[in-house]
């Protein structure tokens, strides 16, 4: 497993997966049109707590859970992995309480310092459903431009993003 420093925003921290946050992210992933928006399965705590023990022993991939600093509640996810050499940035405010609030926004500044200041690394790219609006928005709010369109690994269309850093 990797050790992954917290990461401090105003409202939030970024922290890794811990076992006990496997309810709350199934609870998340019952939500039909969060699956729909991040082309997710739903997923029991014990499949959530396996797929995170993926993730982090995937060298390539950097995964962060988003804390709501006042309740220490988590909130959501984000993440950076390479795919292709390329690093890929993925974004989800599991609990709609804090969708819409800034929380999202300040995660995703936080993970790019991160990303930028400790790994190094310049760039960053998001594929996103066509039909994703929200998050659309949220990436071009960021300073994502689009360049393009691809297929995803399960073979569904997909508007790419991309930023430097």
């Not at 420093?5 to 890794?16: A, E, F, M, S, V």
């Not at 969708?99 to 960053?124: F, I, N, P």
Request: glycine share 8%.
């Amino acid at each position: 497993m990797k050790d992954l420093p917290l990461i401090h925003g105003k409202r939030i921290i970024l922290r890794p997966f811990d076992p006990s946050d496997a309810a709350d992210y199934s609870a998340w992933l019952k939500d039909a049109y969060l699956r729909r928006m991040v082309g997710e399965s739903q997923l029991t705590p014990a499949e959530v707590v396996s797929k995170q023990e993926e993730w982090a022993s995937d060298e390539k991939m950097v995964e962060y859970i988003i804390t709501d600093k006042a309740s220490g509640k988590p909130i959501g996810d984000t993440s950076v992995k390479l795919e292709d050499g390329k690093p890929k940035f993925g974004l989800m405010i599991g609990d709609q309480r804090y969708r819409d609030g800034g929380y999202g926004t300040e995660a995703a500044e936080c993970l790019m310092s991160y990303a930028k200041g400790v790994l190094g690394m310049q760039e960053l790219y998001a594929e996103i459903f066509p039909f994703n609006t929200k998050s659309i928005s949220f990436h071009e709010k960021l300073k994502f431009s689009k360049v393009g369109t691809s297929v995803d690994d399960k073979n569904r269309d997909c508007v790419v993003y991309y930023r430097n850093l």
